[in-house]
């Protein structure tokens, strides 16, 4: 079974460019979560989707982002315009149920804008 | 909201070294996990532990969640071991994780 699956690994922008991360969940996992650590910060939630619906967009820091995932599979996280603090790695994670189940974390897109 | 504390922040280890990393938690949880990131960035999860203790290999964890706490010990650290160690509790349902600050381990030949 593959695991959650992140494109690309790295990215190189300039300031005020878009960049579009993409976040393929583990299959038949409902629950799909976007985190990121910036400037070596702790690591912060971003927003959760259940299947196509986004449930929990809390930690979302301005409406430079979106993000979503149409037909309930992968989800997209695009940043418009990028700026320098956005810097840093962007972690997807993907469970099956909402409690008391294992959350698996893809292994990140690291975003530098320049 | 709650609080996600690591001990020690940071730690240097010589290789063949053993080692235990502390989390400590101010709130009941309904999940709480280890992951370590690697130098490269790469976010890997090492366990699942609510509460109770687990082992895989060179590395076990245990929770006490009536205390609050959970450890992770590492034994016969090797450099591949570097990096920072997470852990991250969930206490509300739907598995917004609250992440500690982290633990940076640098193991040396």
């Known amino acids: 079974e593959a695991g959650v699956t992140q494109f690309p690994s790295h990215s190189v922008i300039e300031k005020g460019q878009t960049v579009t991360l993409r976040c393929d969940p583990i299959s038949g996992h409902d629950n799909l979560y976007w985190y990121r650590r910036v400037m070596g910060k702790e690591i912060k939630f971003l927003l959760h989707?259940?299947?196509?619906?986004?449930?929990?967009e809390s930690g979302m820091p301005n409406n430079r982002f979106l993000a979503e995932r149409t037909g309930g599979t992968y989800s997209t996280l695009k940043v418009q315009p990028a700026e320098l603090e956005d810097s840093g790695v962007y972690f997807c994670a993907s469970s099956r149920d909402r409690v008391y189940t294992e959350a698996f974390f893809g292994q990140g897109t690291r975003l530098t804008v320049v | 909201g709650i609080q996600v504390e690591q001990s020690p922040p940071d730690l240097i280890l010589q290789e063949g070294a053993n080692s235990t990393l502390r989390c400590n938690f101010s709130?009941?949880?309904?999940?709480l996990q280890w992951f370590h990131q690697n130098p490269w960035g790469q976010l890997i999860n090492l366990f699942y532990i609510p509460s109770g203790t687990k082992q895989n290999g060179r590395l076990s964890a245990t929770t006490v969640a009536t205390e609050r706490y959970s450890l992770l010990y590492i034994s016969s650290s090797q450099t591949t071991d570097s990096g920072v160690y997470f852990c991250?509790?969930?206490?509300?349902?739907?598995?917004?994780?609250?992440f500690g600050p982290g633990t940076r381990l640098s193991v040396l030949p």
């Open positions: 989707f259940v299947k196509e619906s986004k449930q929990d």
């Open positions: 991250a509790v969930e206490v509300h349902y739907g598995q917004n994780f609250v």
């Open positions: 709130d009941s949880v309904n999940n």
